[in-house]
């Protein structure tokens, strides 16, 4: 497609389950970003990757929180044993200069 | 640490204009963004300023005041659609495009 692809749109996971989140940016776009939005918040900064390297995953909130873009292109977030404060939309985003393009978006949901 | 701050909520009547303002207060700045987002969409890119003073984009208009760390966004002759959220988002410049989001504005358009 033309967009920023994100799978699945909603995930409903049990306290303590893995859960991995993916995104396919657009082609050719270098830059990748993770974010975190809470119900009316704004987007928190999780990670960001140029091509295949995560140069930045100072906003992963602790180390249950793992992200990787293998061939620098599809990524994967991936949240180990998850926690009832893990539940919020994970953004992605890929841009090739200025401007970043947002998926959708998946919503998690940890009951 | 990094702040953002933009009002919670805002009403507006349909036709009318309204000003959406933003301050900011980052310890690094290489643009300043402003994306809509309509509820449970992705953010989708409106503005960009990195110089002082009005741009220009058919009915949306942002300003910057980088001195006083301060932005707004002109939505003129405002239709139903228009009700989202208004992110303002400032580029660190670290690298490519992290943004600090601010909490966001939520715009409701009435008939």
């Known amino acids: 497609g033309a967009g920023v692809s994100q799978s699945p749109r909603y995930k409903v996971a049990k306290r303590g389950q893995d859960v991995a989140l993916r995104c396919d940016p657009i082609?050719?776009?270098?830059?990748l970003f993770w974010y975190q939005q809470a119900l009316g918040q704004g987007p928190e900064f999780l990670t960001y990757?140029?091509?295949?390297?995560?140069?930045?995953k100072s906003g992963l909130p602790s180390d249950r929180f793992f992200a990787e873009r293998p061939e620098g292109s599809v990524s994967t977030l991936k949240i180990q044993r998850t926690q009832q404060e893990d539940s919020a939309v994970y953004l992605c985003a890929s841009s090739p200069n200025t401007e970043a393009f947002f998926g959708q978006g998946t919503r998690l949901t940890v009951v | 640490g990094q702040n953002i701050d933009q009002p919670t909520e805002m009403t507006a009547t349909e036709g009318a204009i309204v000003q959406i303002n933003c301050t900011y207060q980052?310890?690094?700045?290489?643009?300043l963004f402003w994306y809509q987002q309509h509820a449970g969409e992705a953010p989708t890119f409106l503005s960009y300023?990195?110089?002082?003073g009005l741009e220009e984009k058919g009915r949306f208009s942002s300003f910057l005041s980088r001195s006083k760390g301060y932005s707004y966004l002109l939505l003129k002759e405002l239709q139903m659609k228009d009700s989202a959220s208004y992110l303002c988002a400032v580029s660190l410049g670290n690298y490519g495009q992290n943004f600090v989001f601010g909490p966001g504005t939520r715009l409701s358009v009435l008939p």
């Open positions: 082609s050719g776009h270098v830059s």
């Open positions: 980052t310890s690094g700045f290489n643009g």
């Open positions: 990757f140029q091509n295949e390297a995560q140069l930045d």
């Open positions: 300023n990195v110089l002082d």
